[in-house]
């Protein structure tokens, strides 16, 4: 380890990694003022029922950066804000169906930094008033 150290040493300045370190950096932070659009997964509560959605976002590298790192709060939307309705399918029987669309847009309202574009596939939830 050290032949290969002191090689590097030899051949290659300490200022020149510093300042190709530098430069990456800078050139990443340019980057980050561009528009960019990925996938970012929701966590969704409504009504004390938790699941998450894949949406697909578009926004500032930066707003983006921040909420890949610092997104961890969960989104609380009231199911009187979505539209929805009861599923007679054999398979989901009984549980509510929520609209995309408006959970797009309630989504949409708690993240005004970011455009969401679309989301994913939303499971059904639990009818507490056919439960009870």
Avoid at 46 to 72: I, K, R
Wanted: proline residues 4%; neutral net charge; aromatic residues 12%.
């Amino acid at each position: 380890m050290k032949k290969v150290i002191s090689w590097f040493r030899r051949y290659v300045s300490p200022v020149f990694v510093v300042m190709l370190v530098a430069s990456f950096i800078l050139w990443y932070i340019a980057k980050l003022s561009y528009t960019y659009t990925t996938d970012q997964v929701m966590r969704i509560n409504v009504d004390g029922q938790h699941f998450a959605v894949t949406c697909v976002v578009e926004g500032v590298g930066t707003n983006l950066f921040g909420y890949s790192v610092y997104h961890d709060k969960v989104l609380r939307i009231p199911l009187s804000e979505l539209k929805n309705k009861v599923s007679y399918e054999e398979e989901n029987y009984g549980k509510l169906l929520i609209d995309p669309h408006s959970l797009q847009n309630a989504i949409s309202v708690r993240c005004t930094d970011i455009k969401i574009i679309s989301i994913g596939d939303v499971p059904p939830l639990e009818n507490k008033e056919m439960v009870d």
